[in-house]
T-cell receptor
Framework: DQQVKQNSPSLSVQEGRISILNCDYTNSMFDYFLWYKKYPAEGPTFLIS?????DKNEDGRFTVFLNKSAKHLSLHIVPSQPGDSAVYFCAASGMKAQKLVFGQGTRLTINP | KAGVTQTPRYLIKTRGQQVTLSCSPI?????VSWYQQTPGQGLQFLFEYFSETQRNKGNFPGRFSGRQFSNSRSEMNVSTLELGDSALYLC???????????????FGEGSRLTVL
């Protein structure tokens, strides 16, 4: 039972344009959502998060949007840079969820 | 301060053998979680330990086990290895249990296990 889904295994974007990564979840108990970034041969690192009481959170070039009614969140990166090329995981948690649940990941490639 | 340290980084085993992976969390962190990463499956939750107690366990067979010591270091063990156990095993630490601190975890670089 995949409670957090990233339906796009890969995404290719030109440098300077906007990258949009999507994530869907099924468990209504989730109330906190996070994005992690992973480079090859490294562990995932925390990127940005959003609480269910908000619908948008920005941090520099990164913005996360949450649509609770659709159980959908997205990560926008603008402008995209070559260093953004990595695998991005969305994750969800909540006191009642009891654990942090990750999606399958989306491999983002930024082309110069 | 030092990050999460996992050993060994790479290892090769054969079917039927057992393996033990080690994780040293960031100093002061009392929660350690373990994840299995395989292509197409993302990060699958194995278990979480906090103050030497297993708080939660994922949907893995009993061949997968773990423990946490008084210094917060953790080990996970996989017995009777199968080909499908080949994966990157990631350890993550946090000061409080993941669900109590909103889920921000600090990951190690992982231990890549290959089962032949």
């Amino acid at each position: 039972d995949q409670q957090v889904k990233q339906n796009s295994p890969s995404l290719s974007v030109q440098e300077g344009r906007i990258s949009i990564l999507n994530c869907d979840y099924t468990n209504s108990m989730f109330d906190y959502f996070l994005w992690y970034k992973k480079y090859p041969a490294e562990g995932p690192t925390f990127l940005i998060s959003i609480s269910s009481i908000k619908d948008k959170n920005e941090d520099g070039r990164f913005t996360v949007f949450l649509n609770k009614s659709a159980k959908h969140l997205s990560l926008h990166i603008v402008p995209s840079q070559p260093g953004d090329s990595a695998v991005y995981f969305c994750a969800a948690s909540g006191m009642k969820a009891q654990k942090l649940v990750f999606g399958q990941g989306t491999r983002l490639t930024i082309n110069p | 301060k030092a990050g999460v340290t996992q050993t060994p980084r790479y290892l090769i085993k054969t079917r039927g053998q057992q393996v033990t992976l080690s994780c040293s969390p960031i100093s002061g962190h009392r929660s350690v979680s373990w994840y299995q990463q395989t292509p197409g499956q993302g990060l699958q939750f194995l278990f979480e330990y906090f103050s030497e107690t297993q708080r939660n366990k994922g949907n893995f067979p009993g061949r997968f086990s773990g423990r946490q010591f008084s210094n917060s270091r953790s080990e996970m063990n996989v017995s009777t290895l199968e080909l499908g156990d080949s994966a990157l095993y990631l350890c993550a630490s946090s000061q409080e249990p993941a669900t109590a601190n909103t889920g921000e975890l600090f990951f190690g670089e992982g231990s890549r296990l290959t089962v032949l």
